[in-house]
């Protein structure tokens, strides 16, 4: 099969590798979109240690069961395997597992190929109505639902439900859509780059600000570097709470005596719990997360042009979909 293969730092190789074989209980995907994710681009950059080359990366793909009695069964993809036996599976926490992989780290290649292999119990059926390339965007919506879902757990039921979004990427987006259809409506997302804000604005009828300046009941940071995690500290109000999804950078940038004299909750939060996942595909589904035309499809092949294209900050959309037959 074809696959894109991380190289090395800003390295990525388009070549046929073995197909992939199924273990037992596993089924073999067809892969017909897949999202390019921050955490890949952070792997491209050779910032995350957890992905060393070469490997296979990419993880937010949909496509289409081969072979077996599910064969021709449409599917969006939980790319989190968990062990389903420790303590943190048994109570609905699969993104907690202290055993859990995900495609795109070793030991399990990624799904910027033709063909990857999961368990039946992490591929979600799609509706025949519903595009793959809308399913595959299944995964970063379900790292913005858990978020969301956490920090109106955590705000006092006094506070006036205000959010502020710092970054207008997928995730970002993602967390704006998903606080928006739990009922929240005061949303402004902070994105500096003008294309993307005006995309942001026009296309997906978004509040947006260059900057931030005021105070907000939360604050999602969907950037992780120690200036977001700065302006997050300064943009929460008193008694509010910071969600930190992003992984840009690992350390700085938090004002913790402020936090502390404030009472504000950080919360860090990774990933989705396996029915959050569902949760999500399921309102994409129903249309309850909007038309999600902020995509932008480009082939598997010229996988490694789009990498050059969002590094150097010139993509407007805040999602690139990749199609490995293209």
């Given amino acids: ?16 590798v073995p197909d992939p ?12 979109a897949v999202g390019i994710c921050g955490s890949d681009m952070h792997a491209y950059l050779g ?13 937010e793909a949909a496509g289409t069961i081969v072979g077996g009695p599910k064969d021709g ?7 989190l395997v968990a062990c389903q036996t420790c303590p943190a599976c048994k109570a609905g926490r699969e993104n907690l597992c202290p055993n859990r992989q995900i495609i795109s780290m070793p030991p399990r290649e990624g799904a910027f190929a033709q063909y990857i292999s999961m368990p039946l119990s992490n591929l979600v059926t799609v509706p025949d109505d519903v595009p793959l390339a809308k399913a595959a965007l299944a995964e970063p919506l379900a790292v913005s639902w858990h978020a ?12 006036d439900k205000t959010a502020l979004v710092i970054g207008g990427g997928a995730i970002g987006l993602a967390a704006a859509l998903a606080l928006q259809a739990m ?3 005061d949303v402004t997302i902070a994105e500096p780059n003008d294309a993307r804000r005006a995309f942001l604005i026009n296309t997906c009828g978004q509040s947006t600000v260059a900057q931030a300046h005021g105070q907000w009941a939360f604050v999602i940071d969907a950037v992780g570097y120690a ?13 509010g709470v910071i969600a930190h999804i992003g992984l840009g950078q690992d350390t700085g940038g938090l004002d913790v005596r402020r936090m502390t004299l404030h009472e504000i909750t950080f919360i860090g939060t990774y990933t989705y719990t396996a029915q959050e996942f569902r949760d999500t595909a399921q309102a994409i589904f129903d ?7 902020w995509t932008e499809i480009r082939a598997l092949g010229d996988g490694h042009a789009a990498f050059e294209d969002l590094h150097a900050g010139t993509v407007a959309s805040p999602k690139i979909i990749l199609d490995p037959w293209a």
């Fill in 1 to 16: 099969m074809k696959a894109l293969v991380y190289d090395g730092v800003e390295q990525l190789g388009f070549r046929d």
């Fill in 21 to 32: 074989v199924p273990a037992d209980g596993e089924h073999l995907v067809k892969i017909q």
């Fill in 47 to 59: 910032h995350d240690a957890r992905r060393p080359a070469p490997l296979i990366l990419g993880h």
């Fill in 73 to 79: 069964t449409r599917v969006t993809v939980n790319p």
């Fill in 148 to 159: 969301a879902r956490l920090v109106l757990e955590a705000l006092h039921p006094s506070m």
């Fill in 183 to 185: 009922g929240v409506t």
């Fill in 227 to 239: 200036a977001t995690r700065a302006a997050a500290s300064a943009a929460a109000q008193p008694g």
């Fill in 287 to 293: 249309g309850r997360l909007g038309p999600l035309d």
